[in-house]
């Protein structure tokens, strides 16, 4: 029978010459899709087929429920190691008018981001006659980054894009 998450099982399989393995781990060999099903038969298990591009196909004799829980444990846990290994980006940002005590708070919330494994991306966010000075606000900020951050690199440099200033920092490693 075929499951909702296209595992494929019994008499769906086509191949007629299986590797056989136990539901104990033992591998039975190579033999007739009918004398596998007699076997998962006798144990009151089903033959799920687990790598069908194998010459010939691999099946296993093992319960249908046991093997969809097992799959759906091991995507589990892929999907919590690529969550604990993705790297975070947190964003910090800040208008030109900013007064100094003001810059240096933010730059020391950044510097607390990249201090935890965070990436950060730097805003300066401009409007009306502020985007006739991005030209001086840029040259501030890339100064006081780098006066301030000074074991990080940037991995975007500070660039104009429209009405905001952007750029991405990383720690030096």
Known sequence: MKNKSNIISNNDIDSNKLRVIDSDGEQLGVMSKFQALDKAESQELDLVLIVPDAEPPVAKIISLNKYN???????????????????????????????????????????????????????????????????????????????DLENYKYEQPLKQNGNRITGLINKNE
Do not use: C, W
Request: glycine residues 6%; proline residues 1%.
């Open 69 to 147: 829980y097992e799959l759906k444990k091991r995507e589990k846990l892929q999907a919590k190691n690529a969550r604990a290994n993705a790297i975070e980006i947190k964003e910090v940002k800040f208008r030109p008018g900013i007064g100094e005590h003001d810059l240096q708070i933010k730059m020391r919330r950044a510097q607390q981001f990249l201090d935890k494994g965070a990436k950060v991306k730097i805003t300066i966010q401009m409007r009306g006659r502020e985007m006739s000075k991005a030209s001086d606000v840029l040259e501030y900020f890339k100064s006081a980054i780098e006066n």
